[in-house]
């Protein structure tokens, strides 16, 4: 079992960066397909990006493809997500999320663990 945090959510202007970051628990990190979903006010949970075990693979929806990037640090046990160019329809609650083995969590039905979320609000 993984349990997961999240951090670095806040408030930012359209066009702005930010960094979240998502710190699991445990010693076997590097054995979970991780990833990013949002939900926004209104509306269901979306895929946002994903990466494999050891970071080889990377995954993303069209509307971030080019604007945000996911990494990992196994020795840090953590998941990043990098944010540019912030748009105010980014507005919305971030989740991290996590799937055994070789699944990556590109779907909501592969996601085991999900963290509790920060918010992430984009002003225009």
């Known amino acids: 079992q993984v349990q997961l945090v999240e951090s670095g959510g806040g408030l930012v202007q359209a066009g702005g960066s930010l960094r979240l970051s998502c710190e699991a628990s445990?010693?076997?990190?590097?054995?979970?397909?991780m990833g990013w979903y949002r939900q926004a006010p209104g509306k269901e949970r979306e895929f946002v990006a994903a990466i494999s075990t050891i970071g080889y693979s990377t995954y993303y929806t069209g509307s971030v493809k080019g604007r945000f990037t996911i990494s990992r640090d196994n020795a840090k046990n953590t998941l990043y997500l990098q944010m540019n160019s912030l748009k105010p329809e980014d507005t919305a609650v971030y989740y991290c999320a996590a799937s055994d083995g070789l699944v990556v969590p590109t779907t909501r039905s592969l996601v085991r663990y999900w963290g509790k979320g920060t918010l992430v609000t984009v002003s225009s």
């Open positions: 445990g010693r076997t990190f590097d054995s979970y397909g």
